[in-house]
């Protein structure tokens, strides 16, 4: 790897670290950082007095990472290099290198609030600025302090601005570590395309026919229009094959794909074939695919974003920052000269795009970050002035107390109950964790942490989380089993019926193969469900119910009981029947009117008549709003 750029700055790199308790690293994405920084410093000896931990934003990208270190290293993955994602902790005694997603640092320093374990932490893809990098920077900055004799910390970063967060950290060091990226020619399109998908086919069409040698990576704004995109690619190309002088292969890249296919676009195209990449903006910087040479760039990205007023999550398509304009164009020049189709008009970039992306933590419901920072007890801090990259707003910190009151997380002063330092401990949001300490009260443990760990994998179980689909695949299948519908009491119920039934059949995998489900995603809320029941034992030193144990507890009445369990759980998010409007009502958030989102089991009135209370995950607003994953509480 001595030809990645940062490698030659080794010397320099390991100096100022020497020398410094904080340096920021700013390198183009491709560099080196994440592969490379950890074992310079292993190297040098950092790993003899503690971990170095790397984090990572994105779940992928902590396992591809660690997976491709330990390749170099010639070490096997999970020994002296691992990673840990939530619910997957590839790690041993013997781990030196530890790549793992920022919330599980978070979480780790619950328990441990100096990360004693450390001797070096990388925060980084900072540029990302997800909510939990966010919330870690302000963690970091205190530890630093406390720990500034045996603790390193690198913030690196392929667009961030450097002296933003040199100023955050009392002017620590700025790196530069200038990439090695060969000019790309930005070509505009006239006008914005009626459709996206259709002109990106057209353009990779065309690449494919008139350009030299060389990958096209395709931007599209997610899973559904990758497969769409795809699917057109494969037969375009196959129609073309006849006269065409090249091959190609088209490969999907975004976060839900199994690793076995994403380490795909890693391995690179065989002679005289072309590869169309299609992915989602996870290709922008935290995976760097070689052999890109020409990139297509629609100008959108999918965003969440939180409305604190309303409660209401939205699903937009947005457009891009500048700043990501710019990334997605530098993915062609890392081979050679490239070029950068831009299915918009430079009007468009220069006077519609925002400069930087909106960090997260301005977008974001904060109930789970308030929570965490209530839980670690900083003797010093009032959330309302925690030490802020960037601030969110006044109006969401309020609605994250709000919604943490209405849940006993925090008391009528706003400090954590017991209540609440106890869902804090659990690897799940504030309203599941407290669904789960009810129904250890009320004697339902097992089932609701069936439940718990069945949304962890759902939207890979029920894509889309959509019965429809179940409907579909249940056509096709020979010995039909009918998977239950959740006796029309919602979403939760479904899933546990599902659990249960597989549980009723051995843990068969035919049985899933049988139903539609996918046998990895049910092993692994098998698996989920175990770790779960062990971090509940640990809580509740010695008072979890014992029922726990036992392997389902049939639906005696009626599943009442843990319908109580998520009633207290989502106290703060209940929906009342109205039935002049044929849809609900939230109770909380303004008494907005809301529809049963179509994904889910009860929007099929099977059993004659839509409960007059429920609960709720979250509201989300796409055509019209609605609320997310629903169970019946009446
Ligand atoms: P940066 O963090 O600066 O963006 P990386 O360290 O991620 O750079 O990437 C450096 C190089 O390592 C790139 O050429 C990239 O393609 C390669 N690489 C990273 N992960 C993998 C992997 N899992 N398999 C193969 N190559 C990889």
Redesign the pocket.
């Known amino acids: 790897m001595a030809s ?1 750029p940062i490698v030659q700055f080794e010397e320099k790199i390991l100096q100022t670290v020497e020398e410094n308790p904080v340096v920021v690293i700013i ?1 183009e ?8 920084l950890s074992q310079m410093l292993h190297r040098r000896g950092y790993t003899k007095s503690g971990i170095i931990g790397v984090t990572q934003p994105r779940r992928v990208a902590a396992v ?2 660690a ?2 270190v330990a390749q170099e290293l010639g070490v096997r993955l999970g020994e002296e290099v691992g990673y840990a994602i939530r619910f997957e902790d590839r790690t041993s005694d013997l781990t030196r290198i530890k790549y793992l997603t920022d919330g599980v640092l978070l979480r780790e320093s619950l328990s441990n609030p100096e990360l004693n374990e450390y001797s070096v932490i990388i925060l980084d893809e900072a540029h990302e600025r997800s909510l939990n990098t966010d919330i870690l920077l302000g963690l970091v900055k205190r530890l630093v302090k406390m720990r500034a004799s045996n603790l390193k910390v690198l913030i690196t970063s ?1 667009t961030l601005d450097g002296e933003k967060v040199s100023e955050f950290f009392s002017g620590c060091p700025v790196l530069n570590v200038p990439g090695k990226l060969y000019p790309v020619e930005i070509l505009y399109s006239k006008e914005r395309p009626k459709s996206y998908i259709e002109s990106s086919l057209q353009t990779a069409i065309d690449i494919h026919i008139h350009e030299p040698e060389g990958d096209i990576l395709i931007f599209m704004t997610g899973q559904d229009d990758i497969e769409k995109l795809v699917s057109k690619l494969e037969e375009r190309v196959r129609n073309l094959e006849e006269g065409s002088c090249m091959d190609a292969i088209t490969l999907p890249l975004h976060g839900s794909l199994p690793p076995e296919m994403q ?1 795909r676009v ?1 391995a690179p195209a065989p002679p005289n074939c072309r590869r169309f990449i299609v992915a989602t903006n996870i290709a922008e ?1 935290s995976l ?3 052999g890109v040479v020409y990139v297509i760039d629609s100008g959108y990205v999918k965003q969440r974003q939180y409305n604190p007023s309303t409660g209401m999550y939205s699903l937009d398509v947005v457009q891009i920052s500048k700043v990501q304009a710019n990334q997605r164009a530098g993915r062609a020049g890392r081979t050679r000269p490239g070029k950068c189709y831009r299915l918009y008009p430079s009007m468009v970039y220069e006077d519609d795009f925002i400069d930087v992306t909106v960090p997260e933590i301005q977008r974001s419901s904060l109930a789970g970050s308030v929570l965490y920072l209530k839980s670690l007890d900083l003797p010093d801090i009032d959330i309302l002035k925690f030490d802020f990259l960037d601030p969110p707003s006044n109006d969401s910190l309020e609605d994250a107390l709000k919604q943490l009151y209405l849940i006993d997380a925090i008391d009528d002063n706003g400090s954590i109950t017991s209540v609440g330092r106890t869902m804090a401990e659990l690897p799940l949001e504030p309203s599941l964790s407290r669904t789960l300490m009810e129904a250890n009260e009320n004697g339902c443990l097992s089932q609701a942490l069936t439940v718990a760990a069945m949304l962890s994998a759902e939207t890979t179980l029920l894509p889309g989380r959509s019965s429809r689909n179940i409907e579909k695949k249940r056509k096709h299948t020979p010995n039909e089993v009918h998977l239950p519908d959740g006796s029309g009491l919602g979403d939760h119920i479904q899933l546990l019926q599902i659990y249960e039934q597989w549980d009723q059949n051995d843990y068969d995998i035919g049985w899933c193969k049988d139903n539609g489900l996918q046998v990895r995603g049910m092993l692994f809320v098998k698996d989920v469900r175990k770790q779960l029941c062990q971090i509940m034992q640990k809580i509740a030193k010695g008072s979890l119910d014992v029922r726990a144990d036992k392997r389902y507890i049939k639906g005696q009445q009626e599943y009442r009981n843990l319908r109580k369990a998520l009633c207290v759980g989502y106290a703060n998010k209940l929906g009342q029947r109205s039935i002049q409007h044929n849809g609900y009502r939230t109770i909380g958030f303004n008494y907005q009117l809301v529809q049963v989102h179509p994904s889910s089991v009860l929007t099929t009135d099977e059993y004659g008549m839509f409960p007059e209370y429920v609960v709720y995950h979250e509201l989300i607003s796409t055509s019209r709003p609605y609320m997310r994953t629903v169970c019946a509480v009446e």
């Open positions: 990645l390198g994405t491709g560099s080196g950082k994440s592969t490379q591809s990472v997976r491709r392929a380490v890693f910087t760097t695919v070689d």
